[in-house]
């Protein structure tokens, strides 16, 4: 058994819980750069900030759905393991993750098998209720915009139709 403490001054950091604020701040300011007086003069042009959009919340929400693989090597040498008092002995590691709602504890230790070497994976997981407060919020951010999206997509394919089914004439009068 190992007792060990993550120091004050040195917090151990979710980079998973950062990558998504990213995310969700690439979105707002995707958002925010559209001056209110902007006239679009395409629906290409609403439907590239759209996509924009999506991006930035899908690889949010990812983000805390999908954990990052890493190898056990980049454990043991990562910042937050030197963040650890008393260091852990050079055949632990552990880390902690987010996967969807549940914040993982894991621990892998490793040994030498006849020459090889391998790993044993020890995990505690316990659900955290703002994480998934913050799934549902992405999700129906990106539900709003996919509909928006497919909105814009629909009177684009109308307006393509209309002006193809008008006569010749009617088309060069307009333009």
């Known amino acids: 058994m190992y007792r060990t403490n993550i ?3 040195c917090p151990w950091k979710l980079h998973q819980v950062q990558d998504a604020g990213n995310h969700l701040r690439q979105a707002i300011l995707q958002i925010e750069k559209i ?4 006239i679009f003069n395409s629906s290409e042009e609403v439907l590239h ?4 959009l999506l991006g930035c919340l899908q690889r949010g929400r990812t983000s805390l759905i999908v954990p990052r693989k890493r190898t056990i090597d980049d454990l043991i040498k990562s910042r937050n393991m030197k963040c650890l008092t008393p260091n852990l002995p ?3 590691a552990i880390s902690f993750y987010i996967q969807s709602h549940k914040l993982i504890f894991a621990v892998y ?3 030498n098998s006849h020459g090889a070497m391998k790993y044993d994976t020890y995990q505690a997981e316990c659900t955290v ?7 549902v919020l992405f999700t129906v951010a990106l539900q709003l ?15 393509d139709i209309t002006q193809l089914s008008r006569p010749v004439s ?3 009068i307009q333009s």
């Open 35 to 38: 001056d209110k007086e902007t």
């Open 7 to 9: 120091r004050h001054d």
């Open 109 to 111: 230790q490793l040994s």
């Open 49 to 52: 900030i759209l996509r924009n």
């Open 145 to 159: 915009a996919q509909q928006l999206k497919d909105k814009i997509c629909v009177f684009t394919q109308y307006r």
């Open 129 to 135: 209720p703002w994480l998934n407060e913050v799934l």
């Open 170 to 172: 009617s088309i060069a």
């Open 90 to 92: 050079e055949d632990l």
